[in-house]
Antibody, heavy 117, light 105 residues
């Protein structure tokens, strides 16, 4: 079955960067785009951007263009999101999702990022 | 596109028919999905294209609507349906509603 396994929780200092991973299994990795979504504590969901695992093409929500960088490693079926220049506003749970027929039909378990000194 | 869900909190009893609403800031041409998020879990896709039931989702869940106004209906509320429900438009990029938290009365 389709599974997206994300890296664990991260505690990072303000100004630092963090790289989250999302390992896909149960389907052909290069056939579906991977999207990333942010959920701040107790709040709604924000779309960050997506990557085409086959070509590496990316597209970002304007709000996250200078914050997030999406990459993939096709050899390990893994997608990555690096978040830079972290502030307390970046403390949240981040999800990777698979896009199928324009909807997010599979989600990772989420990765919690806490920014604190 | 702004997505507005109502109510933000809904209390209902087991067996009740429950209706959740989602209003888009402009016509989204039925490009509307509903997700269920239980406490501590990732969201799960329930409905796509406004009224298509995702594989494996119980038939008590249904979606309807058109244009700017959409509804998720649970025909007979079960205890395991306690969750927060989000709508999402994908007509123009993608945005999510603020969510409706469904609890048992």
């Amino acid at each position: 079955q389709v599974n997206l396994l994300q890296s664990g929780a991260a505690l990072v200092k303000p100004g630092a960067s963090v790289k989250l991973s999302c390992k896909a299994s149960g389907y052909t990795f290069t056939d579906y785009y991977i999207h990333w979504v942010k959920q701040s504590h107790g709040k709604s969901l924000e779309w960050i951007g997506y990557i085409n695992p086959n070509s590496g093409y990316t597209n970002y929500n304007e709000k996250f263009k200078s914050k997030a960088t999406l990459t993939v490693d096709k050899s390990t079926n893994t997608a990555y999101m690096e978040l830079s220049r972290l502030t307390s506003e970046d403390s949240a749970t981040y999800y990777c999702t698979r896009l199928r027929a324009y909807v997010m039909d599979a989600w990772g378990q989420g990765a919690s990022v806490t920014v604190s000194s | 596109i702004q997505m507005t869900q109502s109510p933000s909190l809904l209390s209902a009893s087991v067996g009740d028919r429950v209706t959740l609403s989602c209003k888009a800031g402009q016509n989204i041409n039925n490009y509307l999905a509903w997700y269920q998020q239980k406490l501590g879990e990732a969201p799960k896709l329930l409905i796509y294209n406004a009224n298509s039931l995702q594989t494996g989702i119980p038939s008590r869940f249904s979606g309807s609507g058109s244009g700017t106004d959409y509804t998720l209906t649970i025909s007979s509320l079960q205890p395991e349906d306690v969750a927060t429900y989000f709508c999402q438009q994908y007509n123009s990029w993608t945005t999510f509603g603020g969510g409706t938290k469904l609890e048992l009365k």
